[in-house]
Structure formats: C-alpha cells, structure tokens
C-alpha cells in the first residue's frame, strides 16, 4: 500500500518541505539493456550507425535527473551538486549494466532523480541501437540505495540481509520477530516517515491497540494515531484497535481518503 503524495481529503498535492532540516542527500539506482551478442559487439567497438552511444546515453541521463520535476508531476525542482552515470558491458548476459548517481544538499531526497537518470539513458540506449537490435528489453530499473533526510540510510542490500538477531538466556541466536508499520498519505507528511519496524516483544498486547501504544512510548508524537480519524489496515485488510496480528504483518496508519 503506497498512498503517496495525497492529502487528508485524497487529493494528489506537492509535498511541502519548507519546514525540513536541509542535509546531504544522496541516492543511486541501476537498470539494465539486454540485447543481442551482435550488438553489443558493435556498441563496444562504436560501429553502430548513430555514432558514440554511452557518450550520447550518459547525457541523456544527465539531463533527465535535471529535469525530473517536469517529468514527474510532483516532484520539486532540485538543484542537483551532482549527476554521474556508469555503464558496464557484460557479454555474459549480453546487456549493458546502467548506474546513476545523485546528490544535493536539500530538504528532499534525489531517488526519484537517480531512477529519471536510469530511465532515460537506458530508453537513449535502445534508441542508439535500435537499428540492428529492435528486441531489446529494457529491465531491472530500481532504486539500490539512498541516504540523508529524516527517514535515513537504505540500501536493497541491507533489506534483503536476514533480520536482526537476538539471543536467549541460554545465549542461543534467533531471528526477532518485527512488525512493518506504514505511515501512509497526510501521516507521512506528519511523521516525517513513511516506515518504521517494531520488535515483536515491545508490543503490550497483540493486537492494533498494542501497535499504536507501542509507537506511542518510541515517540510521543505518534499519540495522532489515537484520533478517530486515523484509519487502520493489517495486510491490506481494514482492521480496529482489537484485531489481533501475528508477527511478520503489516500494518498501515492512513487518513480517511474520500474522492472529492
């Protein structure tokens, strides 16, 4: 569930950031250009008929972190300290590898930057090659790590690592059992998280009501959750503050969202 940039009332609104501390923020993201053996041969001995490609695919991604904000309708306009773009040949796989690279110091973070970057180099690189090779397949675009801002460091790799551990009285290692918890739309703003994991065992009692006082003594500012007009999910089924939850669930806090 990711009911981003949306108020209290449902409507799609630009985020306000004015108030937010401005720091380093940083962001990286791949993707990759699958194609033919033939052409990636020709792309590495700069035969192909439009001229130099990664030169052209690399200021294309420039240009596009750039102007994500006219792409992208919510985006803020950013002014980027940096923009740099890698690629790698692989002829085990016969594609091209993209990385993109963003920075700034500000009050928003640059992944929507980084993944514009990716985007358009790679739709650049199909164009240079399109030629000799329409089967192409553009895939794997994502975002692998960010940093800066109020919600911190991520990196795919870190959440793809086993969970945290903790250990017994009798000193044996076992997984700790966590809850993801979403803040969703107006909450996120409010918050100024869209994401927070809670340890099994600091919960008072299973259920909804348990969540919230438990995020409530991490941080008083979560007491929001209390007002009748914060709603509730559990694995994307509408929940009270006495549904019981299970260890590995996900909860979601949203405001109620209408269509007018």
């Given at each position: 569930m990711t009911l981003t940039h949306l108020n209290a009332r449902g409507e799609a609104h630009m985020v306000d950031v004015a108030d937010?501390?401005?720091?380093?923020?940083?962001?990286?993201?791949?993707?990759?250009?699958?194609?033919?053996?033939?052409?990636?041969?020709?792309?590495?001995?700069?035969?192909?008929?439009?001229?130099?490609?990664?030169?052209?695919?690399?200021?294309?991604?420039?240009?596009?972190?750039?102007?994500?904000?006219?792409?992208?309708?919510?985006?803020?306009?950013?002014?980027?300290?940096?923009?740099?773009?890698?690629?790698?040949?692989?002829?085990?796989?016969?594609?091209?590898?993209?990385?993109?690279?963003?920075?700034?110091?500000?009050?928003?973070?640059?992944?929507?930057?980084?993944?514009?970057?990716?985007?358009?180099?790679?739709?650049?690189?199909?164009?240079?090659c399109k030629a000799v090779d329409r089967a192409m397949i553009i895939d794997g675009v994502r975002l692998e790590q960010k940093s800066g801002g109020r919600s911190g460091d991520w990196s795919r790799q870190a959440a793809l690592e086993s969970p945290p551990v903790s250990y017994g009285e009798d000193g044996a290692a076992s997984p700790t059992k966590t809850l993801r918890v979403q803040f969703l739309a107006e909450l996120r703003e409010r918050f100024e998280t869209g994401e927070y994991h809670l340890e099994w065992e600091r919960l008072p009692s299973p259920d909804i009501a348990g969540v919230k006082l438990a995020l409530i003594e991490r941080d008083p500012k979560f007491k929001a959750l209390l007002s009748q007009r914060v709603l509730c999910a559990c694995n994307e089924a509408m929940s009270q503050d006495g549904t019981a939850i299970s260890p590995g669930d996900e909860i979601a806090f949203f405001p109620p969202v209408t269509g007018g």
């Open positions: 937010k501390q401005e720091t380093r923020r940083e962001a990286r993201a791949r993707g990759s250009v699958h194609m033919q053996a033939s052409t990636l041969a020709l792309l590495a001995d700069g035969d192909l008929p439009k001229g130099d490609v990664l030169a052209t695919a690399r200021i294309a991604g420039i240009q596009a972190a750039k102007r994500t904000h006219e792409l992208i309708p919510l985006c803020h306009a950013l002014a980027l300290s940096k923009v740099s773009l890698e690629f790698t040949l692989d002829t085990a796989e016969n594609c091209v590898h993209v990385e993109a690279f963003c920075r700034l110091n500000g009050r928003t973070g640059v992944e929507m930057e980084a993944l514009t970057a990716v985007s358009v180099a790679c739709l650049t690189l199909y164009d240079m």
